[in-house]
């Protein structure tokens, strides 16, 4: 047995050392990058691109086809390596496009191989016994890349953010450079062209070319200084979810044999013990995920602010979350995740939220065309299996499909698809509504802050105005808090610089300023709730007769600083979290004072990012620095809120579940309109729909997922398809190659990709309407042919929320 401890521990750690050794010799400054990149910064890179995508997709192909992951392990593990090495490859000629994308492949390898060991070397190991070798290893593998990352920059020059690191590994990129000024007549310098505003003596066309060039190597050099210590900081984290998953063990103890059987059945004692383990791992695996969704989030929410982690942690977020599903389908008995989930109390409540429709819809928007392609191979490799004679029954034999496949089509036709795209179209909108919606906020707040700049006003003026300006926007649901925050920073700054006065002035008094205005838009955004709460339509949309949303309630109507309630007000998004509480009718003063926290957590530390954006030299780093802070105590006080929630939930679900008077117009409304909803799923059925209905509903849920699917590669993409590269710090009236937008606001929308987007969307936006108008009024219609006994029963919700924007009562 020690033996086998000794290995475990030995084997964790190379799976966490070796892809981080890869990441620090071959994609960072320590190493060898400027060499590997100089091999792909040279004529036919685009070929080379294709040649290696088209490779990896024949490899993975080849992999489902011919089943190698069952062929004996000399066939399967040096397949394993030559198709890491195709994608890793591609992964590399994508490094100017995308320049974190090598760093991470090498990080989620680790996870692989860990997901490896425990599925087939070590699956006789306890899950604790795992997890801490797990954890151990990926904080000292992580603790090494800083300390070798610190000393690293420190043996250079002990200021960690100086911009000489810019330029001195900006010329060891001797390849790059000549490579992306292989059309240019001159000279190109990084610290001349990129780091100065020398280039106006230039041609408009060479200007842009210079832009174009500086912004490539900008994000290569920061990826090759930084990719350290963000690699090292993911370790970190993901010890920190290891150590999470871990208290899943002690938790165990809680609950009763009682609470885990039900009156369908009786779980063994040895099936309850292996239950209640199941069930741990779901709960943190719950959290850990939501925790890495607001990693994404927060990383999305700040890209004006700290371009130089956002990309990475973004795509942390979401390489995360993948990740723990795959662990979650290793660990997972699948025969007993049945039991528990119709079984136990937590088991219905899981099953209830992955049978509702919103997290379907989710899930196509994240695997999307992959589902028809996967489909597409496993009928595919049932030919090949029939062929090779590998059936295993003579079902499997008479199917077009494997037994893997044939379940998950039994599964999608049960699915209501119509109503399931039209939320595909919805989540879709919101995340097109995210991008776009910061990029419009930002060059509002960069119009603005020059226009107060010129106005020559005193601070009192400006302070109002400020006041003024930042309480209409957070009235705004799309615009976010930070960029609120950062706006007040910038503009007092600026102020600040222009008046000669100091810039910690100017810090303190955006702050008193912004934190005085938070209180005052909660306060505006409450009552807004409040009069839209007095609708039961609201009541029933937001769940006020549901578990998780008196959950909620019974946490925020704690009193003083409570940490469930504080973290809630603090880390939720602005304008929805006190709407909600104005649907509630919570206490105000109490709600004012749990909001209270936001001021250190991220008012300040936004204000102040805000102001050192203002500042030239490498008060960008800094800035970038006390964003990722703060978003990190986001991302924590996010993951306690969704435990204190699902704890709340559980321990007080008979109490939460009983009926309440002051709910009782929201359960006669659904009984009222319990026979419309009937007939409305009747008349949805995707089998009864026309086929010219159909076929707008797959069009416009097509056109929205591809154009949120653009935005993002435009999020992640070096060189910009959609939107071009703008912060509240530049200037409107610059020209394009200086980072401005050549005095026309239109400009921020690249041609033709940009506008094919906002115009597709609109297009989904009408189809999307026409859709649900069409559905709202064929119910009604077949509702009257049923006789006028119902009439008055039959109230049609779907005006309230079921589109684009809110259909019109007919």
């Known amino acids: ?26 994609f960072s400054g320590i190493g060898f990058s400027h060499r590997i990149l100089g091999l792909v910064a040279r004529e036919g890179r685009e070929v080379i691109q294709a040649l290696s995508a088209a490779v990896s997709f024949l490899a993975l192909l080849l992999y489902i086809l011919l089943d190698i992951g069952r062929a004996p392990k000399k066939v399967w593990l040096p397949y394993a390596f030559v198709s890491f090495a195709c994608v890793l490859a591609l992964s590399i000629s994508m490094s100017l496009n995308y320049s974190w994308a090598s760093p991470f492949l090498c990080l989620q390898s680790s996870f692989v191989l860990l997901g490896y060991m425990r599925n087939n070397v070590y699956s006789e190991v306890s899950t604790k016994d795992f997890f801490t070798a797990t954890a151990l290893s990926l904080s000292i593998c992580g603790s090494v890349v800083l300390a070798i990352w610190m000393g690293w920059r420190m043996s250079v020059h002990f200021d960690l953010f100086t911009t000489e690191f810019d330029i001195f590994y900006a010329a060891k990129n001797v390849a790059l450079t000549s490579y992306l000024s292989r059309d240019l007549d001159l000279a190109f310098d990084y610290s001349t062209h990129c780091m100065s505003n020398n280039s ?43 150590t999470f998953m871990l208290q899943g063990q002690a938790s165990m103890k809680g609950p009763r044999v009682s609470e885990q059987r039900t009156q369908e059945g009786m779980l063994s004692e040895e099936e309850l013990q292996a ?67 119709t079984q136990t109390r937590f088991g219905k409540i899981v099953l209830s939220v992955f049978r509702n429709e919103w997290m379907r819809a989710f899930l196509i928007c994240m695997f999307n065309f992959a589902i028809p ?90 302070c109002g105005l400020v006041f003024v300006i930042g309480f209409l926007m957070f009235m705004l649901p799309i615009v976010p808090g ?65 578990v998780p949303t008196r959950a909620m309630e019974m946490i925020l109507n704690k009193r003083g600083f409570a940490l469930g309630k504080v973290c809630i007000l603090v880390a939720g998004p602005d304008f929805p979290t006190s709407v909600l509480c104005g649907i509630l009718k919570l206490n105000i003063p109490q709600m004012l004072l749990g909001t209270t926290p936001v001021i250190f957590v991220s008012i300040i530390p936004q204000v102040t990012v805000g102001a050192l954006l203002t500042v030239p030299g490498n008060a960008k780093e800094y800035s970038a620095v006390a964003t990722v802070f703060a978003g990190a105590l986001q991302v924590l006080a996010t993951l306690y809120v969704s435990y204190k929630i699902l704890k709340t939930a559980e321990e007080n679900y008979q109490e939460l579940s009983q009926h309440r008077e002051e709910h009782q117009q929201v359960a006669e409304l659904t009984k009222q309109e319990a026979s419309y909803t009937r007939k409305f799923l009747e008349v ?48 409107i009236e610059d020209d394009l190659a200086g980072g401005g937008l050549g005095g026309n606001v239109w400009n921020i929308v690249i041609q033709p990709l940009g506008s094919i987007v906002l115009g597709s969307t609109l297009l989904a936006c009408l189809l999307h309407v026409f859709v649900g108008v069409w559905l709202d009024r064929v119910t009604r219609r077949q509702l009257q042919l049923v006789g006028p006994g119902l009439e008055g029963s039959w109230d049609s919700p779907i005006p309230h929320g079921s589109g684009c924007t809110a259909l019109a009562k007919q």
């Open 1 to 26: 047995m020690p033996m086998l401890y000794e290995s475990l521990m030995g084997g964790t750690f190379l799976a966490a050392a070796l892809p981080d050794a890869m990441v620090v010799v071959c």
């Open 200 to 242: 106006s003596a230039y041609e408009q066309t060479v200007r842009e070319s210079l832009g174009a060039a500086c912004g490539i190597l900008n994000d290569v050099v920061q990826m090759q200084q930084w990719c350290p210590a963000v690699v090292g900081a993911i370790n970190i984290m993901s010890a920190v979810c290891c």
């Open 275 to 341: 239950a209640l383990r199941l069930q741990a791992i779901l709960k943190r695996s719950l959290l850990v995920i939501t925790c890495l969704a607001a990693i994404a989030y927060a990383a999305a929410s700040t890209s004006g602010s700290a371009a130089i982690f956002t990309q990475a942690f973004y795509a942390f977020g979401i390489g995360g979350a993948v990740t723990i599903l795959g662990y979650v389908y290793v660990e997972t008995d699948h025969a007993l995740l049945h039991k528990l989930m």
């Open 373 to 462: 392609v996967m489909l597409l191979v496993d009928l595919l490799r049932q030919k090949v299996r029939r062929l090779r004679s590998m059936a295993t029954s003579p079902e499997a034999v008479n199917d077009k499909f494997t037994p893997m496949g044939r379940r998950v089509i039994d599964d999608l036709r049960a699915w209501n698809w119509a109503m399931i795209l039209r939320k595909v179209d919805i989540l879709s909108f919101i995340c097109i509504l995210l991008f776009v919606g910061l990029k419009a906020t930002y060059v509002f707040f960069s119009w603005l802050n020059y226009f107060l700049l010129a106005s020559e006003l005193n601070t009192l003026a400006m």
């Open 482 to 546: 930070t960029a609120v925050y950062l706006f007040s920073g910038v503009v007092l700054g600026f102020y600040a610089a222009s008046t000669n006065k100091q810039l910690v002035e100017g810090i303190i008094l955006g702050s008193v300023l912004t934190s005085v205005l938070k209180h005052v838009a909660c306060t505006g955004q409450y009552f807004i709730g409040y009069l839209a709460g007095k609708s039961v339509h609201v009541q029933r949309f937001v769940g006020v007769d549901k």
């Open 684 to 731: 949805s059925s995707w089998p009864r729909l026309p086929f010219y209905v159909r076929a707008m509903i797959v069009l416009s849920s097509t056109i929205f997922w591809g154009a949120a699917f653009v935005l993002v590669i435009d999020f992640f993409s070096t060189q910009k398809i959609c939107f071009r590269r703008f912060s509240m710090t530049d200037r």
